[in-house]
Nanobody
Framework: QVQLVESGGGLVQAGGSLRLSCAASGRTASTYAMGWFRQVPGKEREFVAVLSRSGDTTAYADFVKGRFTISRDNAKNTVYLQMNSLKPEDTAVYYC????????????????????WGQGTQVTVSS
């Protein structure tokens, strides 16, 4: 099993940047493909980005392409989400998730494709 703890959320003005971190404990993060999702009240949790176990494959939601970057530091057992050019509509609770080894397919974009979740970190973007 793996435990995930997100940090780095906060309040930022539109156009600003934040870097979210997801620290993994238990098993090493490199055992898992790692994803980021977000959720606003009253809506379903939605896919943001994913990084494969090997780190050589990424996927992003269309609404963050070119603005967000997912990366990992295996030495620190941590996954990051660098968020630039933030918009008010990016306001949400952001969750990281770990996916047990399986084919890297379309299910990486679904919450059902993940086995472990962090508690979330709030990101608020003011206009």
């Amino acid at each position: 099993q793996v435990q995930l703890v997100e940090s780095g959320g906060g309040l930022v003005q539109a156009g600003g940047s934040l870097r979210l971190s997801c620290a993994a404990s238990g098993r090493t993060a490199s055992t898992y493909a790692m994803g980021w999702f977000r959720q606003v009240p009253g809506k379903e949790r939605e896919f943001v980005a994913v990084l494969s176990r090997s780190g050589d494959t990424t996927a992003y939601a269309d609404f963050v392409k070119g603005r967000f970057t997912i990366s990992r530091d295996n030495a620190k057992n941590t996954v990051y989400l660098q968020m630039n050019s933030l918009k008010p509509e990016d306001t949400a609770v952001y969750y990281c998730a770990a996916r047990s080894p399986r084919p890297f397919d379309v299910s990486v974009r679904s919450t059902r494709g993940y086995d472990y979740w962090g508690q979330g970190t709030q990101v608020t973007v003011s206009s």
